[in-house]
């Protein structure tokens, strides 16, 4: 994918005529980068990822998904497979109540051959730590192995772009650890791009790069040390900068550091040590 795997251009949207709930928003990703995007409660997130794949129909601007013009009715399915979402409540993604055959259901629709949607979606399912699940009542499963499940229904599909839409609330530290790496997985292999949409400043931090929404608008879009050790712009979006960063503060204070404030635990010790 030689163009950009996401490029909006001042993507307005109105749920109620009046009462802007996109405004705006212009924002560039490239093929394979990780970017966050963070925002406090109704600040837009969800409606933005919505666009990403014609789930809200584009009111007002230009947006390219994959190469895909999303306001075009005729590639909606081709923007679907390219462009997939893994939500808050994957409850209301699963078109089977079988695991395997849920993750099967997105290759085999797309085209795939029997034998070709049940290995993709094996595979798939292996890669998001949920080997042996196949045959598993999904409605029996923990909110974040559902999670896990709807991420594996969008690896399967090999969707160039893969947006997480608060993916990790329901999951426990090493299910989160999990799902990262299966995501972490198939950026390296297969070069996908990932939206994660988060309240989990740390996990931000670990971003190529943050964009920060605020009142439906993109309010700071830069690298994670740029955006997060920035307390004032947090502040004005109603957000919190990592832990890190509050210890940073603290010890800078104390006269023990000097410098720009570290986002990451990696980038404390480095601070700390080298
Ligand atoms: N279907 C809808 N009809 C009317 N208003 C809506 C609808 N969906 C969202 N909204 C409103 O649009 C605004 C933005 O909501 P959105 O879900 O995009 O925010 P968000 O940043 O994802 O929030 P959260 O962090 O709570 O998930 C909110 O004021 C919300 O109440």
Redesign the pocket.
């Known amino acids: 994918m030689g163009e950009r795997a996401v490029e909006a251009r001042g993507v307005s949207h109105a749920?109620?005529p009046g009462r802007p709930?996109l405004c705006d928003v212009s924002l560039d990703v490239s093929p394979g980068e990780l970017v966050a995007i963070v925002?406090?409660?109704?600040?837009?997130?969800?409606?933005?990822?919505?666009h990403l794949n014609a789930l809200a129909p584009l009111q007002e601007g230009a947006l390219r998904v994959a190469g895909i013009d999303a306001a075009d009715q005729s590639r909606v399915w081709e923007l679907r497979r390219a462009c997939g979402m893994v939500f808050?409540n994957p409850e209301n993604q699963f078109v089977s109540s079988v695991v395997g055959e849920d993750v099967a259901f997105g290759p085999r629709n797309f085209g795939a051959d029997e034998k070709g949607a049940r290995d993709a979606a094996l595979s798939a399912l292996a890669d998001v730590g949920l080997a042996g699940f196949e045959r598993r009542d999904v409605h029996a499963l923990s909110g974040g192995q559902q999670q896990r499940v709807a991420l594996a229904g969008v690896l399967a599909c090999s969707a160039d772009v893969i947006v997480l839409?608060?993916a990790t609330s329901m999951i426990d530290p090493r299910g989160r650890d999990e799902l990262v790496r299966a995501v972490t997985r198939a950026r390296e292999e297969r070069g996908a791009t990932v939206i994660w949409?988060t309240?989990d400043m740390e996990l931000a931090a670990r971003a190529d790069r943050v964009v920060v929404?605020r009142d439906?608008e993109v309010a700071a879009d830069g690298a994670p040390e740029d955006v997060l050790a920035n307390e004032t712009l947090l502040e004005g979006a109603g957000l919190e900068p990592p832990l890190v960063v509050r210890a940073w503060r603290e010890l800078e204070e104390a006269g023990v550091v000097v410098g720009p404030a570290p986002v990451t635990v990696e980038g404390l010790v480095s601070a700390l040590c080298d």
């Open positions: 749920y109620v709930t925002g406090e409660n109704g600040s837009g997130k969800t409606t933005l990822a919505r808050q839409d608060e949409i309240h929404m439906g």
